[in-house]
């Protein structure tokens, strides 16, 4: 058969009580020859789980640098490293003390520098960056922060600080970086009125869920702002003679017109890739409608000549195991992997990494331990997706030789875990692989995508 003409058919066999789901999703896919990254897949590599170098039990960049040749194996050309900038850790990196020093415990500026030529080396791969009101007793002010106190939201507005912005982008690209995740831009600005946010009809307005957040969310000016960010990239790009575009991505829950919205237009191009949330955390017992809806909401809503991307799990949330079950795994691996776009995968994600259990006492995730604190509610920790990499069945399954990791690797490291499946042709692995190869024909490239509902029980997709 030839490999660059083949149709890839993608059959579900869902055994659940439903109704029949009427209308198909077609998408005639574009080519984007220019582009690396249209049909990259994108690898998050959280740092602190992925892999110890120096035996203090957190991962590093080196431990990123020891272990390259798995994304070689696995046919990954994009891996998205972050939070690893100077921070002071309450939430684990997301608090940016410093947005162009490398934090200590993830290593130095020449381990970084080290990263990229390695990765360079193999020529394969691009790098990817990642009460509201608190007094402050030195200025004799209240600041605002939709986050933790120790976040301080920034003020945009004030042209030194949108400068700021475009510094730290030069600052990385000048180091080699192929492009930037956003996180949480829907949080950029505020109103500048400083108006009262609603309280939600029903609601006593006395907690955060309570207001309709229509003025510290989603403002109009995010859109211009990416619209900026994607200009200077482009300015920078063509004033060093570089052939890549420079790759900007966005997080942000929010409603599918607004991430719309953040691709901006052919005029005037935003984000690449506004994260697709469509397909994270479904409900079991609604599995194929939800998944036919899903890919249908994104596919219908993209503007022309946009390309869509998939995720299925991150750092935020469970695993996907824990909402459909282990049997699932490899159906949604090998749907997310034959969909057109970009796929971005959750370390892990290839070899099925279930949650893991956290005691109280082990959790480290800063808004767990205030659920713990507030209410005894100790179960829902985003800490039990974050737990370390599983890389053989040694001791603390080779995600480092300390004692104790940052936080505990799942018991079922000893038969769940790299080496292990790499020896099982039928693997999670070896599937993900095999998917991995298969991307890079052209149909998956550049074949259009069609669904089918055969019946309640069996979906198909078609490229």
Known sequence: MDMQTFHLYWLITLAYASVNITGNVYFPTRKFDSEWWSNTIIYQAYP?????????????????IQKLDHFVDLGIET?????????????????????????PLFGTMDDFDELVSEMDKRSKF???????????????QFYFHQFNPQQPDFNVRNPQVHLEFFNIMGFWLDRGVSGFRFDAVGYLYENNSFTDEPIIPGKEGSSYNDLNHIYTKNQPEVIDTLIQWRKYAEDFRKKNNKKNSVLIATESYTSINTLMQYYGNITNPGAQIPFNFQLLGMDRNNLLEQTEQGIK??????????????????????????????EFIQLFTVLKLALPGVDVTYYGSEIGMDNTYMRPDQIKDIYSLKLYKSFGIAGLTRDVSRSPMQWDDSINAGFTDA???????????????????????TSHYNVYKKMSQLRKTDTLKYGDLQTYNISKSIYIIKR
Do not use: C
């Open 126 to 140: 691009d790098r990817f960056e990642s009460s509201a009101w608190t007094w402050n007793e030195e200025r004799k």
């Open 48 to 64: 602190r789980s992925f892999k110890d170098s120096n035996r203090d039990g957190v991962g590093d960049l080196k431990g990123i």
């Open 403 to 425: 004692k104790l990791p940052w936080l505990p690797v799942n018991p079922n490291y000893y038969h769940l875990n790299v080496e292990a499946q790499k020896k099982i042709p």
């Open 297 to 326: 909401k994104w596919i219908e809503n993209i503007p022309e000549n946009m390309v869509p991307n998939w995720v299925i799990e991150n750092h935020d949330l469970f695993r996907m195991s824990f909402y459909y079950g282990a």
């Open 79 to 103: 891996i998205w490293v972050g939070p690893i900038f100077k921070s002071p850790m309450i939430d684990m990196g997301y608090d940016v003390e410093n947005f162009t020093l490398i934090d």
